[in-house]
């Protein structure tokens, strides 16, 4: 490993990764760190905080104390200058920096303490100013009872004995990867964050793209992180997969999926060639053209608004359109009750809509997911539902959105019928070709080639004999569930 310090600026035309050892005054007057604009807000908390001084504290009087590892993209901004972007260690950043400040603040050797400004992200400043204001006052309370002594040895145990390791890459997509691969401390790289990234790279650097760059983050950053994850790689990931008869990996999504995501830009010049691509472009023009001839007729609310004709299974429009698909898609799963969205973390002008369009048709495996259900037997088959009901509705919106859910929970709870035991596998094997009852079946194919809603909901399944013939040993909770689901089809068949 290089032991000496990276230069200030590397040049933009060396693509060589580069992995140094710097002091940690050395990171702070780097003129060239920025937090990019796809990193999320500043959220240590004072613990957080307190735990980073104890660390200091503890190690460094045995030496060199090596606090972690930041990982950094190097480019060029839209000025040419060279750019720095922080990707992995932004937090463990920023609070240096306000550490730095406090004890500059006191005094004590203060020319020894320069350190550059940090350019932060416009977005999601407030959040991070309120934060970063927290933590300096907690620090400042922290130092302001040590004597000249202690904080001279402090101060130069953080900036000649705390050290970072210093990873440069040239390449975006390389520089998620190891952040993927070697982050072990706070929340986890997603694969959705460097989609984030790409659609971001993809809206723009005029002045009323930073302007609309702010407006899509701020729907982004409205969705808990883990949510968007789940959006993405428990319904949108598996419904392409599966409607195209493709299976699920086994590791599920992950940053090397994400190119299903990716697709027309629309500066492209070769779209006139790509017939394929011109009905989304044209669709995209429309509405940009209508909301901006009717912005005032809308606002008050004398028109009403209308959104582009998204469908999960249909080519992605890179940038702006990207972020309204994920924010129309996440409104329709909350809407639709979808499991894995985590009702106590829902934004709070969606919590009131939470399950508005959930039948209760699907009830005898919802009521498995809540307190006194059996969850963990039940939870394969609960995705499978919930991607179903996202799909159809999708497709063909609420039309007899009951008789639709009957259809999806019996087709879901087949494998629960005849397997004691049902894994991941089991449900990727059913969804693309059902089982013993409607083998052949791919309802998710059926969902995406009919053209209405009646072609679908004509299909059938027939009542599943119950796995075993031992009945001492089948789980009392699969047999109400299935007589339920049938009993209620017989029912409205009467």
Same mark, same amino acid.
């Given at each position: 490993?290089?032991?000496?310090? *990276?230069?200030?600026?590397?040049?933009? /035309?060396?693509?060589?990764?580069?992995?140094?050892?710097?002091?940690?005054?050395?990171?702070?007057? !780097?003129?060239?760190?920025?937090?990019?604009?796809?990193?999320?807000?500043?959220?240590?908390?004072?613990?957080?905080?307190?735990?980073?001084?104890?660390?200091?504290? /503890?190690?460094?009087?045995?030496?060199?104390?090596?606090?972690?590892?930041?990982?950094?993209?190097?480019?060029?901004?839209?000025?040419?200058?060279?750019?720095?972007?922080?990707?992995?260690? @932004?937090?463990?950043?920023?609070?240096?920096? *306000?550490?730095?400040?406090?004890?500059?603040?006191?005094?004590?050797?203060?020319?020894?303490?320069?350190?550059? /400004?940090?350019?932060?992200?416009?977005?999601?400043?407030?959040?991070?100013?309120?934060?970063?204001?927290? !933590?300096?006052?907690?620090?400042?309370?922290? +130092?302001?009872?040590?004597?000249?002594?202690?904080?001279?040895?402090?101060?130069?145990?953080?900036?000649? @004995?705390?050290?970072?390791?210093?990873?440069?890459?040239?390449?975006?997509?390389?520089?998620? @990867?190891?952040?993927?691969?070697?982050?072990?401390?706070?929340?986890?790289?997603?694969?959705?964050?460097?989609?984030?990234?790409?659609?971001?790279?993809?809206?723009?650097? &005029?002045?009323?793209?930073?302007?609309?760059?702010?407006? +899509?983050?701020?729907?982004?950053?409205?969705?808990?992180?883990?949510?968007?994850?789940?959006?993405?790689?428990?319904?949108?990931?598996?419904?392409?997969?599966?409607?195209?008869?493709?299976?699920?990996?086994?590791?599920?999504?992950?940053?090397?999926?994400?190119?299903?995501?990716?697709?027309?830009?629309?500066?492209?010049?070769?779209?006139?060639?790509?017939?394929?691509?011109?009905?989304?472009?044209?669709?995209?023009?429309?509405?940009?053209?209508?909301?901006?001839? !009717?912005?005032?007729?809308?606002?008050?609310?004398?028109?009403?608004?209308?959104?582009?004709?998204?469908?999960?299974?249909?080519?992605?429009?890179?940038?702006?359109?990207?972020?309204?698909?994920?924010?129309?898609?996440?409104?329709?799963?909350?809407?639709?009750?979808?499991?894995?969205? !985590?009702?106590?973390?829902?934004?709070?002008?969606?919590?009131?809509?939470?399950?508005?369009?959930?039948?209760?048709?699907?009830?005898?495996?919802?009521?498995?997911?809540?307190?006194?259900?059996?969850?963990?037997?039940?939870?394969?088959?609960?995705?499978?539902?919930?991607?179903?009901?996202?799909?159809?509705?999708?497709?063909?919106?609420?039309?007899?959105?009951?008789?639709?859910?009957?259809?999806?929970?019996?087709?879901?709870? *087949?494998?629960?019928?005849?397997?004691?035991?049902?894994?991941?596998?089991?449900?990727?094997?059913?969804?693309?070709?059902?089982?013993?009852?409607?083998?052949?079946?791919?309802?998710?194919?059926?969902?995406?080639?009919?053209?209405?809603?009646?072609? +679908?909901?004509?299909?059938?399944?027939?009542?599943?004999?119950?796995?075993?013939?031992?009945?001492?040993?089948?789980?009392?909770?699969?047999?109400?569930?299935?007589?339920?689901?049938? &009993?209620?089809?017989?029912?409205?068949?009467?």
């Amino acid at each position: 490993m290089v032991t000496a310090a *990276l230069p200030d600026v590397l040049s933009t /035309r060396d693509v060589r990764p580069h992995v140094a050892v710097w002091k940690v005054h050395e990171l702070l007057r !780097n003129a060239n760190l920025r937090i990019p604009d796809y990193q999320r807000p500043y959220t240590w908390s004072a613990r957080n905080v307190a735990e980073l001084v104890d660390d200091i504290q /503890r190690f460094t009087p045995s030496g060199h104390y090596r606090i972690g590892t930041v990982i950094l993209h190097r480019h060029a901004d839209e000025r040419g200058d060279d750019i720095l972007d922080v990707v992995d260690g @932004q937090q463990r950043l920023t609070t240096l920096h *306000l550490l730095a400040a406090v004890l500059r603040e006191t005094g004590v050797d203060p020319s020894m303490r320069d350190v550059a /400004r940090l350019r932060l992200s416009p977005f999601g400043a407030e959040r991070t100013a309120a934060r970063a204001k927290e !933590n300096r006052a907690f620090l400042a309370r922290l +130092v302001q009872d040590w004597d000249v002594d202690a904080l001279r040895a402090f101060s130069d145990a953080v900036f000649l @004995q705390c050290e970072v390791v210093v990873v440069t890459l040239a390449n975006l997509d390389e520089a998620f @990867q190891m952040f993927d691969s070697q982050n072990a401390r706070g929340r986890p790289l997603y694969p959705t964050d460097l989609l984030k990234a790409f659609h971001l790279r993809e809206i723009g650097s &005029g002045r009323s793209d930073i302007a609309m760059k702010r407006e +899509v983050v701020e729907l982004w950053e409205s969705i808990p992180a883990a949510h968007v994850n789940a959006l993405f790689a428990e319904y949108l990931f598996k419904i392409r997969r599966w409607a195209a008869g493709r299976p699920v990996p086994r590791e599920g999504f992950t940053a090397a999926d994400i190119g299903m995501f990716k697709g027309i830009r629309e500066r492209d010049g070769t779209n006139e060639e790509n017939h394929w691509a011109r009905s989304f472009v044209y669709a995209k023009n429309y509405i940009d053209d209508f909301r901006s001839e !009717n912005a005032t007729l809308a606002r008050f609310r004398m028109m009403k608004p209308i959104e582009y004709p998204h469908q999960i299974d249909q080519p992605i429009l890179n940038g702006e359109t990207f972020f309204r698909m994920v924010w129309h898609y996440y409104q329709q799963g909350v809407r639709l009750g979808l499991h894995a969205f !985590n009702f106590d973390e829902l934004p709070k002008e969606l919590s009131p809509l939470w399950g508005a369009w959930r039948s209760s048709v699907s009830a005898p495996i919802d009521e498995q997911s809540e307190p006194g259900g059996d969850r963990s037997r039940y939870a394969y088959v609960r995705g499978l539902l919930d991607a179903l009901l996202l799909y159809y509705h999708d497709r063909f919106g609420s039309q007899e959105r009951d008789r639709f859910a009957g259809l999806a929970a019996r087709f879901a709870v *087949l494998p629960r019928a005849s397997k004691f035991a049902v894994k991941r596998e089991t449900i990727n094997n059913h969804a693309l070709d059902g089982g013993p009852e409607v083998a052949g079946v791919n309802l998710f194919r059926e969902i995406r080639e009919a053209l209405s809603a009646r072609e +679908v909901l004509d299909r059938t399944v027939p009542e599943p004999k119950l796995y075993g013939a031992d009945r001492s040993r089948r789980n009392p909770t699969d047999a109400e569930v299935i007589q339920r689901l049938w &009993g209620l089809e017989r029912g409205l068949q009467r």
